[in-house]
């Protein structure tokens, strides 16, 4: 693994190809690329074709092998699914065809289907789903290690708006309309895999444009011809203006983690976007609501960015600090990590300053309650914004190796003492008659940020998962383990799952608003966990609250509670989806 100065990790790098990229792309774009691979593509434009796929936060690049043009595929805004298909293509053979992993990526295109151009020998053949078959066995889940894996360049925060390139020309070799006219640059020597000679390549399944035949407009009763009007606005939508499309990535590799970094992309890509719709988090991150597509602020150099973390984190870790300015301090450090992704894989290559933020909170919320017996709203607000300040520097760090070598040091010990110092007792204990009203406010709003933090170290473990075995550290399971001891993790767990079922019942008629709607999913995930991959919370939540998703949660409930336009309400719907079908 190589580090250069401006910090893009790349695990197997490709030197030839990041030039070709840094060439043909703004360099606010060529920064927020995560990770690219070669595979095998097909879509309804490309047949079976040996290609470079790069990944940026917010869309997935296809280019040539070796790259001449850049192809924008998908925005992860248009994505409806991601996952490996368990078959083995035929158009491989050998090794190659027993270990690829075929990742097919379903979105919403509002472009008329078009013919494939098969890149290798542009013959005619079958659908995508012809060419391959099913595999004869019951396949594990495949498993990957932490070894070589490309990845990022970024430094600037990301934006919702569409991605613009430098070069306005369209080379005659590609012409996509979303294809632009690039140098041909060289590429490394490395085999592409084999292919087989039998095998056919692939058309795609033209949608039908014919619409019903209608009888003259005299001839229709006014109530009939409205519910036909309806009928043909809704086919004109689902044949021309949207509809659903495939593009399907075959990786030779049981070891590839395109598939892990592309279901985290999308995770991000969806919470940043939805979140972005709330005015207080967009005024945070310094998008203004009026900006152009695309409209971004001036980024600041890396060697500038890691001038003023050592400055902060220096004033963090100096001796005798006051309460208040500690605040003050993680405040700012909060405000800079939304606004400059650079600065959170910082804050992971400075374990001085992760470790002390875990000590923090361990004293702040576990130490004075420990005495006490009650929380105190300084103990709150601090711990809060300690949550959420580790909550936020996950964000975008997927492929940071020191965000993993960190947490995994010396058997996950630091990753151990954050999972045990975020669980709480969700219950205010007062002295006093009654809880205080600002006291149980606080106590809420830490509940919710200590909920995000947990949701994302459970996506680590996901990674880890599906990287190595499920008792390694940091995996899903471990996880669990380590907070099994905890006194308060069942309260904790059952607190999550009442306010899914509170927002998701009649009790609560309003619509989710951003936040809320995030805050949903990451609970959903949180509980998905808990009953898939624990046999004592899993029956804990069977046991207290099977009969409230029975009877008070359903699923048109939530479709009415999360707003279409949020990008996050669909994946959040699948979830809410698969807890009830495990509550039955």
Sequence with gaps: M???????????????????????????????????????????????AYMHVVLSDERVYLTEYPPRTLTAALCFRHVRDIELVNDLPDFLRGKDRELCQHIRITYVTEKPARRPRDWLRRDKGLPPAASSTRRTSHCPTIKRTLEGYPAQRYHSERGTGDVRMLAPTRSASCPNPETLGLPRVAQPPTQPPAYS?????????????????????????????????????????????????????????????????????????????TMLLDPLYRRRCRAPPDSAPGKRLPAISWERTAHLFAQLSSELLQEGINVESLYLLLQELRTAAHRNVALCRLFWRSKEVCVFLVQTLEESLHGCQSLSGVYTADQLLLSTLIVQTLALMFRETEVEPARLSLLSA???????????????????????????VDLQALLTEYLDAACSLLFELLLLGHEASRCSSAENVLSVGWILRVLQPHPHLTSFIGYQAQQVVLVLSDLQESILSPIQSVLLFQRCRLLLACLRCNNQLAQHLRSHFSEEFRYFVNLSCAEEKLPPHYPISQPTLRLVEQILSLHR
């Design 2 to 48: 190589t580090l250069n100065a401006s910090g893009p990790l790349l695990y197997r790098r490709n030197a030839k190809l990041e030039t070709f990229l840094k060439r043909s792309m703004e360099r606010t774009v060529y920064e927020r690329i995560r990770a690219y691979e070669s595979c095998v593509v097909i879509s309804e434009t490309i047949s079976k």
């Design 410 to 436: 010396e058997k996950g010990t630091l990753a151990s003492r954050m999972l045990l110092a975020l669980i709480c007792d969700p219950e205010l204990q007062n002295q006093g008659s009654l809880p205080d």
């Design 197 to 273: 000679s039998t095998s056919s390549p692939t058309a795609p399944l033209s949608p039908s444009n014919e619409r019903p035949h209608l009888p003259e407009h005299g001839q229709v009763p006014r109530r009939i011809g409205s519910v036909l009007s309806r009928l043909l606005r809704r086919d004109c939508a689902d044949s021309g203006e949207e509809r659903e499309a495939e593009l399907h990535l075959y990786v030779v590799s049981r070891t590839s983690r395109l598939y892990f970094h592309l279901q985290s992309l999308w995770n991000s890509f969806v919470i940043r976007s």
